[in-house]
């Protein structure tokens, strides 16, 4: 993964492209860690055909494409595998400000505040195969940072962004 962490730092130097990094490895800038195989990031859906010509030009290419999501694995070594999550500019941007530093594997990423983490989260829970994963790893952030989201706040989430089961999963915390 480091690679890829790298390779992500590099197109931003070049090119000003902007990432978050989202998914699994984002977990522990708030002292979660899980298992992972793929790095997942995000950046503006504005971006993506550029985004796109650097990931071709570093070796990956597509193999999974849903609305917002393009999924890309690299030609050579298949076992790299980057997820890019695209959203609107305006989204992206009150994500990016709201941003914090996180150095993984020696190298200095943004990573979405804890709130807009859990926002992420609890979208992604809505699909039925997604849900038992990404609703345990909203436990687990909430568990690793208590107080730090108020209950009002999380109510507000998962009214937003999740579902009623969401939270009543999440209930002892609200």
Sequence with gaps: MRAVFE???????ASG???LLIGGWALQAYGYARQTVDVDCMTATQDEARVSVELNNAGFEPFDRLSAFVRYRHRVNPLMVLDLMMVDAGTFEKM????QSFKVADFSLRVPSLEHLIALKLHAAKNPHRASRDLSDVIELLSMNRSKVSPESLQELCDKFGS???????????
Excluded: D, G, H, T
């Design 7 to 13: 390779l992500l730092l590099r197109i931003q130097a």
């Design 17 to 19: 492209l902007r990432f």
């Design 96 to 99: 990016w400000l709201e941003a």
């Design 164 to 174: 009623p089961e969401a939270a009543q999963k999440l209930r002892s915390f609200l």
